[in-house]
């Protein structure tokens, strides 16, 4: 059929995209434990929000969690203290590229070494020759002991900024003129080089916020929350809300968790609070920590008086079966029975195709593909005018896979979206105001965008070790709180510190089907983080939490960062 004679009602269709990074300082040493945040700031912010300034026309939402926008602020006052103080990171790869002298210290080499050739082997190291060159002779020195003490200063340093130049996002490249000059270069970096570097990176992460709020000024983007610190909400509520979908899964040794509730309403609370600081206005949107919702979730979204929020198709999916609705259509907006708050649900085949499989793809046929999959939606829904297809997910993990950090894609994407005469690319915050029909589901099986369970967080032994953990500091937490025995400030500290330590991503790393480095990393930030809460709470540490909870060893997909909504 041709696009003239249909005239039925567009599809519509919304982009999600989630930026979200776990809190890496310590908060007792402000020591960074993990460069991520600010790599990913360079390269994948920076490349979002140019292509979406590109394309004029397109509509987005992104979804900006609050840890991460406070360790990009975090990030902001050390290149302040940097540049004004002289005063060194706390990032460890960033002062590291500061130094005047590496010298013949060991552990820092290799530090450099291991850290600098973390980077995707077909799209990063092979694309730029200088920089492969460089992680050959850092793997070989890395494989035999005592090799790193031959390779002279100059190697380090140049491993140091070319790794910085890899992870550049794509947009940044093909404008600024400091980083092309550094890939002419190519070798033989020297101080003022690497300063010139650190002020391009400093740039970049100030013009974050203020570009994404100059979009959703604009009316091109809607940008929407998660709660403060990243928690999974309904197990906090309720642990056993994991049995919904999960019937048998083995639970933490404790019943719930101690003052869950309220722990909840603190992370939307501050979320609500750190958000609007950062962007000055009130979103309306929540998508929760891992689209984790149950019906109790769904009851403190509303009484915060978010208008919409979404989870994965998995869970409709739980939930169509278990009320027996067999011939419900996915592609609505939803409402649980009395609660005002929409439910968008995602589409997991179209969203897990961007995440794993059109990275592969000439980006061309990748589009074509997914915008047939868009058609296919709108004939079998009927023509439907409120026929919404929610596409969402990980906005900074899968780019790396891609050919030019996903930039070619994700333009031929918007492009091909916005010019498509039966596609109507929108907003959540813009569908509902057009939409104001709802399908009523009777109930809600709580669970997740991964696989429609809780079974990510909850229900393995060393996750259930970590939940148990977290209970007994919970505890103490609680006695000495209680007690009135800390002062004001101390207190403050110690009521962040429990709200880090609630986050999920601990949980997502323990399992022996993740790759061990990156187990061990979580593993012992989780570890630290508990052990700051009883500094900070002045008790003794329970010895506990001096042994390994997980120390993984599997090989996940896309070296677990993540996960497909699809079991």
Known sequence: ?????????????????????????????????????????????????????????????VNFTPVLLDQIDDYIQQFDRYFNQGEAFNDRLLATLAMATIGPTESLRLFIAKQCIRANEKRLVERFPPYQDLVQLARL????????????????????????????????????????????????????????????????????????????????????????????????????????????????KRPHYPGGKERAMVHLENGLKTFERHFGFRPVGCWPSEGALSEPTLELLDQVQFQWTATGGGVLGNTRNANKLHKLCIHHGFKVRNNEVSCFFRDDNISDLIGFTYSGWNEVDAVNNLVHHIENIRVACGYQEDTIVPIILDGENCWEYYANNGYHFLKQLYSKLVEHPKINLTTFRDYSKRHSK????????????????????????AKNRAWDLLCQAKDDFDRVMSSGKLAPEIAQRAEE????????????????????????????????????????LDEPAPESLEHVISRGGGVAENDGVMRRGQG
Request: with cysteine.
């Open 141 to 252: 020195a890395l494989n035999k002991p005592g090799y790193l003490n031959y390779l002279d200063e100059q190697f380090f340093f140049d491993l140091l900024v070319w790794y910085h130049l890899v992870w550049m996002g794509e947009t940044v490249r093909m404008e600024n003129e400091t980083v092309q000059r550094l890939i002419r270069k190519a070798r033989g970096f020297d101080g003022k080089d690497r300063r010139e570097l650190l002020g391009v990176i400093d740039i970049l992460i100030r013009s974050v916020v203020p570009r994404y709020r100059h979009l959703a000024e604009s009316g091109q983007m809607e940008i929407s929350v998660t709660p403060d610190k990243h928690p999974i909400l309904p197990l906090l509520l309720d642990f056993k809300s994991t049995l919904e979908a999960m019937p048998d899964a083995p639970l933490p």
């Open 1 to 61: 059929m041709s696009h003239e004679q249909d005239d039925k009602p567009k599809v519509n269709v919304v982009l999600c995209w989630h930026m979200h990074q776990p809190q890496y300082q310590d908060q007792f040493t402000r020591n960074v434990h993990l460069p991520w945040t600010y790599l990913h700031a360079i390269k994948d912010y920076a490349d979002m929000a140019a292509v979406v300034e590109q394309v004029p026309q397109s509509r987005v939402v």
């Open 438 to 461: 709802r399908t009523e589901l009777p109930s809600l099986v709580a669970g997740s965008w991964v696989y429609g369970t809780f079974s990510t967080w909850i229900g393995d032994p």
């Open 497 to 536: 510190q429990m709200a880090i330590c609630e986050g999920s991503d601990w949980f997502w790393w323990f399992g022996d089907y993740n790759p061990a480095e990156s187990v061990s990393d979580f593993d012992q930030l989780y570890r630290t983080h508990l052990k700051n809460l009883y500094r900070f």
